[in-house]
């Protein structure tokens, strides 16, 4: 079974679009988050959310919205793509508290804009 | 703010070792991860160290911590074409009552046959 999952897999779209990326896990952690990865690997924090708390980086353009139904579920929503967002983003999970923290990550989104 | 650093490219032939380092900042991080990337799949634990120790082996894997240097290293011996990846090193801090992770830039590992 697909411990944390995404979808969809591969996204194009066009500039000044809205569209969403979802993730579920089925692990029972309480803690979720998402990533960017650009064309150079490089990996940042996005966000990270739990039922008490959201913790956005600061860099993050408020355009990017994170939107929780329910703990198994952190969904990202984006408003007016544009072509620097092309990336993979990834969605994790872990259980908070403090033992090992271990982040399970999803396969990735792969977005382009054009 | 946190700040992990790691080189970026490494090459090595299969059936040697391979290292790779990384250096972190902040000094209160109580564990410190290896993850793996393979092409085209996300990130996973590959093994990790508690800060009290300065060493830990698992199969062919050892992770070296120098906390004074604030350095730290991944060795894989007898390196395998499967080995071929992007590892990150990542270190856990404490941000606003919860625990995050800063990750490095990673390092790709190219094994030569």
């Known amino acids: 079974d697909t411990a944390v999952s995404q979808t969809p897999k591969y996204l194009v779209t066009q500039m000044g679009n809205d569209k969403s990326i979802k993730c579920e896990q089925n692990?029972?952690?309480?803690?979720m988050y998402w990533y960017k990865q650009d064309s150079k690997k490089f990996l940042k924090i996005m966000f990270s959310?739990?039922?008490?708390?959201?913790?956005i980086n600061e860099t993050v353009p408020n355009r990017f919205s994170p939107k929780s139904p329910d703990k198994a579920h952190l969904n990202l929503h984006i408003n007016s793509l544009e072509l620097g967002d092309s990336a993979v983003y990834f969605c994790?999970?872990?259980?908070?508290?403090?033992?090992?923290?271990?982040?399970?990550f999803g396969p990735g989104t792969r977005l382009t804009v054009t | 703010g946190e700040d992990v650093e790691q080189s970026l490219f490494l090459s090595v032939r299969e059936g040697d070792s391979s290292v790779i380092n990384c250096t972190y900042t902040?000094?209160?991080?109580?564990?410190l991860y290896w993850y793996k990337q393979e092409p085209g799949a996300g990130l996973q634990l590959l093994t990790y160290?508690?800060?009290?120790?300065d060493m830990k082996q698992d199969q062919r894997l050892t992770v070296l911590l120098n906390k004074k240097d604030k350095h730290l290293s991944l060795r894989i011996a007898d390196t395998q074409t499967g080995d071929s990846a992007i590892y990150f090193c990542?270190?856990?801090?404490?941000?606003?009552?919860?625990?995050?992770?800063?990750f490095g830039k990673g390092t790709k590992l190219s094994v030569i046959p």
């Open positions: 160290i508690f800060s009290n120790m």
């Open positions: 959310y739990n039922n008490k708390e959201l913790i």
């Open positions: 994790a999970s872990s259980q908070a508290g403090t033992g090992l923290n271990e982040q399970y």
């Open positions: 902040d000094s209160s991080s109580t564990y």
């Open positions: 990542a270190e856990r801090y404490s941000g606003a009552g919860s625990y995050q992770l800063t």
């Open positions: 692990l029972g952690h309480d803690t």
